[in-house]
């Protein structure tokens, strides 16, 4: 992982150049707490994968971002995240090392800062988790990864 000083973000010119995370917390019916991952391409701005489930570590992440990684048969260039403790663990950091990934983390209080994620999750939030029950983890994973498709 490289380390750089805060300055103006690149444009994005190119689909897998640079993606953005982030997570939304909900509840199931129950009242037993979610935590939904998304992952947006920033130039595209297709929501290029979701994981749910009742909290998000570090692990976790890194097994999303692994398997987008297979699938596309390559890793993004740099990651956007805002500074919650499931993106600055050590075990993204080296993924991110290992997979040649520049993180680029948000500075706090500024949810502009990662404009895409946030207004992916707004969207997630007002037509899906609003107005939908879950009634397990993979009823709230089916549910919103057909929202996501």
């Not at 260039?77 to 919650?84: E, S």
């Not at 997630?124 to 549910?143: C, M, Q, T």
Request: proline content about 3%; some cysteine; hydrophobic content about 35%.
């Amino acid at each position: 992982m490289t380390c750089r000083d805060r300055r103006i973000r690149p444009p994005v010119t190119v689909v897998e150049q640079c993606r953005s995370m982030d997570s939304v917390a909900d509840n199931q019916f129950n009242w037993c707490r979610i935590r939904v991952l998304t992952v947006v391409d920033n130039f595209s701005r297709e929501c290029v994968a979701i994981e749910v489930g009742q909290g998000l570590r570090g692990d976790d992440v890194v097994a999303v971002m692994e398997r987008i990684r297979q699938t596309q048969q390559r890793a993004p260039r740099r990651l956007q995240t805002d500074n919650g403790s499931e993106f600055i663990s050590k075990t993204l950091e080296r993924w991110a090392y290992e997979n040649g990934v520049e993180m680029d983390f948000s500075r706090f209080g500024k949810p502009t800062y990662n404009a895409l994620v946030e207004s992916c999750n707004v969207s997630l939030r007002d037509e899906y988790l609003n107005v939908h029950w879950f009634l397990s983890l993979e009823d709230a994973w089916e549910k919103i990864e057909h929202w996501r498709q």
